[in-house]
């Protein structure tokens, strides 16, 4: 099984070295990474790995029965064998991106929830925008105005955001409703790792996070639209001055 080392709060970790415990087609499984793998509606980390007489880029990361499974496009050499010590590189400007990226999707999800009591049904994180889709709900342009105003004055705060593991008892009795897919983590999962934005907000995530919301910068909601019946699509995207 392949160590998620990013995980609890490593996700500011871009460069590693790991040894290859297996490679098939273009594939490369390592013992440990720091890539993260695509899930959670959060894209795969990119990137390089390099080793004596061989470089790959990382195209992308999925997890596959426990093991990560590392997509590469060989440059140099031929895939390396088992047991050979490989240098990992992240994409940092990318992996950057992403992790302010999803911290602002947490921070306005809490905030939808806290003003309209609309829990999120789903959300994707894109490097230049994302979206997110709350239930029940149907906003206008002042609600839009609203959500974006309210979610900058929170990342202003520059609230600490806390990543540890915590017993999944713990977790389903302090997380409020509406914040929370729990019903989609197989029960066997325990501890669960938690994202807690200090005094704000708390969800179980595995992706990879800012250490405090001043880091986000400045989030504009660019477009909304209804996808059914009491389901409204907020698009978002974060200002570049970060």
Same mark, same amino acid.
């Given at each position: ?14 460069? &590693? ?17 720091? &890539?993260? !793998? ?8 990119? $990137?390089?790995?390099?080793? =004596? ?9 999925? %997890?596959?029965?426990?093991?990560? @499974? ?10 390396? !064998?088992? $047991?050979?010590?490989?240098? *990992? @590189? ?28 609309? *829990? ?13 889709? &709350?239930?029940?709900?149907? &906003? ?16 202003? @705060?520059?609230?600490?955001?806390? %990543?540890? =593991?915590? !017993? @999944? ?40 996070? /800012? ?15 209804? %996808?059914? %019946? ?11 001055? /970060?």
């Amino acid at each position: 099984m392949t160590e998620l080392r990013y995980l609890p709060d490593a996700d500011d970790v871009t460069t &590693f070295t790991a040894t290859v415990t297996e490679t098939s087609t273009n594939s490369v499984f390592l013992d440990g990474t720091y &890539f993260y !793998p695509e899930g959670g509606g959060q894209p795969a980390d990119r $990137g390089v790995l390099e080793w =004596n007489g061989g470089v790959a880029d990382v195209t992308d990361v999925k %997890k596959d029965h426990g093991e990560v @499974r590392h997509d590469v496009d060989l440059r140099e050499g031929k895939l390396p !064998p088992e $047991g050979t010590t490989v240098e *990992g @590189r992240i994409d940092e400007r990318r992996r950057r991106r992403l992790s302010r990226m999803h911290t602002a999707q947490h921070v306005v999800s809490r905030v939808v929830l806290d003003e309209y009591d609309a *829990g999120t049904a789903g959300n994707q994180i894109h490097p230049d925008r994302s979206r997110i889709d &709350f239930e029940p709900a149907s &906003f206008d342009e002042d609600d839009l105005e609203y959500i974006e105003r309210r979610t900058n004055e929170a990342i202003e @705060r520059d609230f600490p955001v806390v %990543k540890e =593991n915590r !017993p @999944r008892a713990t977790v389903e009795e302090s997380v409020d409703e509406g914040r929370a897919l729990l019903d989609l983590i197989p029960d066997s999962v325990d501890p669960l790792r938690v994202v807690e934005v200090e005094e704000f907000d708390m969800c179980p995530c595995g992706g990879t996070h /800012v250490s405090s919301l001043g880091e986000i910068g400045r989030v504009e909601i660019t477009d909304h639209a209804s %996808k059914g %019946k009491d389901t409204d699509r907020i698009e978002f995207e974060l200002a570049d001055s /970060v």
